[in-house]
C-alpha cells in the first residue's frame, strides 16, 4: 500500500499511545510497559496494524491513512489489549529485528 509507518509511530510512541486510547487501556499498556519494557509499545503497534488489515483491504491510500488514525472506530481497545498480551514478541527478538534494519540503515548509507 506504500504507508509510511513512521506517520503513526512516531505520535504513538512519544506520546506512549496516551492520545490513542482511553485512559484506562492508556494506564494498562504503561503498566505492561514497565513491566515488559518498550516491546510492549511495538506490540500494540503491531496489533493495531494487524487488526486493521480486514478493514482497509481494498481500500485507498487516503481512506487507510484516516482510518488508521481512527482505528479506534472499529477495532476494540479491549481486542488490541487481548493482542498485546498474547503477542509472541519479546524483548530478544525485537532487538534483533531492530539491529538488522539499523545495519541496513548504515550500509544504504554508506553505499551514498
Given at each position: 500500500m506504500g504507508i509510511d509507518t513512521e506517520m503513526f509511530l512516531?505520535?504513538?510512541?512519544?506520546?506512549?499511545?496516551g492520545r490513542a486510547f482511553t485512559l484506562p487501556i492508556v494506564l494498562r499498556l504503561w503498566d505492561l510497559f514497565v513491566y515488559h519494557g518498550e516491546v510492549v509499545f511495538y506490540r500494540v503497534a503491531l496489533a493495531i496494524f494487524e487488526l486493521s488489515q480486514e478493514h482497509l483491504?481494498?481500500?485507498?491510500?487516503?481512506t487507510c491513512i484516516s482510518s488508521i488514525k481512527g482505528f479506534s472506530q472499529f477495532i476494540k481497545e479491549q481486542k488490541i489489549l487481548e493482542a498485546v498480551v498474547q503477542s509472541k514478541l519479546t524483548a530478544e527478538k525485537l532487538h534483533v529485528v531492530l539491529n538488522r534494519?539499523?545495519?541496513?540503515?548504515?550500509?544504504?548509507?554508506?553505499d551514498n
Open positions: 512516531i505520535e504513538w510512541f512519544y506520546t506512549m499511545f483491504k481494498g481500500k485507498g491510500y487516503e534494519v539499523g545495519s541496513c540503515t548504515k550500509a544504504l548509507n554508506d
